[in-house]
């Protein structure tokens, strides 16, 4: 199963799901912590060996082990962190880990997957393509059962989950969707969205979560506190806020096509014929002409490309995927030139027709 994970740019979440023209994916995380260990930042070796230990054997008596994999980092390579981390299945912090008693649960889909000793001793998540947040709750919380079965979690009956951050005190569960909002960026509304996004209780961040850098047009979006709201709260404001944000985005590419059919057109067939043609090309510029092909694709100028392709050749040009692709290490103007090759090929291979971008209604 881990071959796969790290072998593949495949993850279920790059699959066509509701909504998926703007909302690529959704997530529910569960933080949870054990009740007579140590928070992690607080482990040793010794505290760490038993919390670990307590996790595999709650693991080995659920019905969680003919399902998922456990993988200690002590067995994977910094490569291989990272290449789990650029597909969303870890997070950049737990990705920079090298502890022995650190690691992971997963599926071979990357669907279910729980850190384990990150900021907290359990993050337990589920990934799912298009806007399906409900969903995934629902199968975090059979996992989130199926440990506590075995477990012990630290809780109070006033605050909730105890977790590492008071910011996750409470239900312990952060929901998010990612988002591909060109038009709102392209119409100079983003400001305006993010500020009505923050009043309601929301967080916008970048592609990778929590200090990570917006690219590509790609917003993870997800709830700021946890304490006080109960999930079915989070969930049902999250969704609401989530098709606002999809009306308007899709209201404004209606605009652009209306109002300026040939320049965006122009747009997106530059960006095409430069992803296709170019011999060199960074990761940032990469993603922004992954953006406009995206829109192009979904709104009916690019023909023949599957949203599907776009999102694995997300993952697929980033820094650990390139090298492990190579099979070497490279240095950033190495992976530039090869990006351009991965990209080229990615591109031409799901054309169904060789010939250049069809616009559409011409």
């Known amino acids: 199963m881990s071959s796969d994970l790290l072998n593949s740019t495949y993850v279920r979440w790059m699959e066509e799901g509701p909504e998926s023209d703007i909302v690529i994916s959704s997530r529910v995380r569960l933080a949870r912590n054990l009740q007579t260990v140590p928070f992690p930042h607080l482990l040793d070796e010794k505290t760490g060996q038993t919390c670990w230990q307590q996790v595999q054997q709650a ?16 067995n994977l390579t910094a490569l291989d962190r990272q290449i789990l981390m650029e597909k969303h299945l870890i997070s950049p912090d737990h ?23 990150e900021e907290d001793h359990l993050r337990i998540q589920c990934l799912l393509p298009g806007l399906q947040i409900e969903e995934c709750y629902k199968k975090a919380q059979l996992v989130d ?20 951050c008071p910011t996750n005190v409470g239900t312990g569960m952060r929901a998010s969707v990612m988002l591909h909002l060109p038009a709102i960026v392209i119409t100079g509304q983003l400001n305006a969205v993010v500020h009505y996004i923050g009043q309601l209780g929301l967080t916008v961040r970048g592609i990778y979560g929590e200090g990570s850098e917006a690219m590509g047009n790609f917003f993870q979006v997800s709830n700021q506190i946890t304490l006080g709201q109960t999930e079915e709260d989070i969930i049902a404001n999250l969704t609401a806020v989530t098709r606002q944000i999809i009306q308007q985005e899709r209201t404004l590419r209606e605009n652009l096509k209306n109002q300026m059919n040939i320049q965006l057109e122009d747009r997106v067939c530059r960006a095409y014929g430069i992803l296709t043609n170019a ?16 829109l192009g694709v979904n709104m009916g100028i690019i023909d023949g490309i599957q949203p599907y392709a776009l999102n694995e050749l997300v993952v697929a040009i980033r820094p650990a995927h390139l090298q492990k692709r190579a099979g070497r290490e490279m240095d950033a103007g190495s992976r530039d030139i090869h990006r351009a090759e991965v990209i080229k090929e990615k591109l031409t291979s799901h054309k169904t027709k060789p010939d250049s971008p069809q616009a559409a209604g011409n």
């Open 145 to 164: 059962d199926e440990l506590e079965s075995n477990l012990s979690f630290a809780f109070d009956e006033q605050r909730g989950y105890l977790t590492a």
């Open 95 to 117: 990705a920079e880990a090298n502890k022995s008693y650190q690691g992971l649960l997963v599926d071979k889909d990357g669907l279910l997957a729980i850190m384990i000793n």
């Open 279 to 294: 011999r060199v090309i960074t990761s940032s510029e990469a993603l922004g002409h992954l953006s406009e092909v995206r």
């Open 59 to 74: 693991w080995q008596k659920s019905s969680l082990k003919n399902e998922l994999e456990l993988l200690s980092f002590s």
